[in-house]
């Protein structure tokens, strides 16, 4: 009886620990719009001018041919709530006549987002110096325009490499 028990003890404890170890995957539908393109969009465009630019909508509506709607949805174990966003484009005489933007960023929204980010980080080096005393308190990278401005030249993300290869089929000898 006892040989029993310690292999049924192992084997429902396993069961417990493994039952909280459920893989939830990320969940992504819809159109993912790209801030740089949201930002280009303007009333007067064309539908084909609206199409090379956001793309064709994933849900096309049936019975009205004059509206585009463009929606996103991600859901995610890390977020408490999923993303839902959707862009709607409203079409009079084949042109953009307004749209309606709920919860797409912008280019606009992202550069304030990066402002905001590089302010509170230069607040909270400030704050470390106060309590610190020794390290003085180190101005936030400049980015991008900002670099451009004060004459700075942002390092090249690609690094140098070597010249390509001959193509496939190219004789590799000495002619």
Do not use: H
Request: proline share 10%; glycine share 6%; charged share 30%.
């Amino acid at each position: 009886m006892k040989r029993l028990a310690l292999p049924t003890i192992f084997l429902a404890l396993g069961a417990v620990l493994a039952s909280g170890c459920v893989y939830k995957m990320n969940i992504q539908q819809g159109n993912y719009l790209v801030p740089d393109s949201v930002s280009q969009l303007k009333e007067g465009m064309t539908r084909s001018q609206v199409r090379f630019l956001l793309g064709t909508p994933m849900v096309p509506v049936a019975f009205d041919d004059s509206r585009w709607d463009y929606y996103y949805y991600f859901n995610s174990r890390k977020l408490k709530e999923p993303l839902k966003r959707r862009l709607t484009v409203y079409f009079e005489d084949e042109k953009v006549a307004r749209y309606e933007n709920q919860g797409v960023p912008t280019q606009a929204d992202l550069d304030q987002l990066e402002r905001d980010l590089r302010r509170a980080q230069a607040e909270n080096k400030t704050k470390k110096k106060g309590k610190s005393g020794d390290k003085p308190a180190e101005k936030p990278a400049a980015t991008g325009a900002e670099a451009q401005k004060e004459g700075e030249k942002a390092p090249d993300p690609v690094p140098p490499s070597e010249p390509a290869p001959a193509p496939a089929g190219t004789p590799s000898g000495p002619t």
